[in-house]
């Protein structure tokens, strides 16, 4: 579990990805607060289409690792009806989560975490997968009094993020993340 510590004497507001993929987008820590962000958390995807004027969503489907999904419209013979589905296949890049389809329009896979959207990807071409990277590389930023910090980079799980006030010569205000 990743832990983010504040420091600054304000509000800070975490965002984490692990790759590519936002695991956390937290709403703000206090000022001496901390929080824990389990790194092994499962997923689902939901697809949104937009076809003839209608609106189709998918099921749900869960992410646990490296996964292909492909959303397509699947003939219904014995109703004579069309049915949107997301199916999961083979992915062909290690460490990512592809997304592709084969329906008209544009597809938006939404990622989502206990049933809130965390990221978007959208997939305009047919048959072209868009990849995004689930490595074991993190990445974390902080909002401060409006202000983003600058982005820190970390491969361990475990590691303790702190954003603390810069006391330095530098404008007043500004914020570092200190990973250990």
Known sequence: MIRLRNKTGNV???VVKKGDQIIAQLPGIED????TIPTDETFEVIAT???AGNTYISAPLKV???TGFLAQVLQVPGQGTYEFDV?????KTPDSLEFQKTCLGSVTFTITKNGKPMQNVVVADDFSRQAL???DTFYV?????GVTTGTSTFTSPTAL?????????LENGYVNLVVS
């Not at 001496?32 to 929080?35: E, Y």
């Not at 930023?141 to 009094?145: I, L, R």
């Not at 993020?161 to 010569?169: E, F, H, L, Q």
């Open 64 to 66: 646990n690792g490296s």
């Open 87 to 91: 199916a999961e296949v083979p992915c």
């Open 141 to 145: 930023y902080a909002v401060v009094n």
């Open 12 to 14: 800070a507001q975490f």
């Open 133 to 135: 990277d689930i490595s």
């Open 49 to 51: 289409a937009i076809i």
């Open 32 to 35: 001496s607060a901390q929080m």
């Open 161 to 169: 993020i702190t954003a603390v006030a810069d006391t330095s010569d």
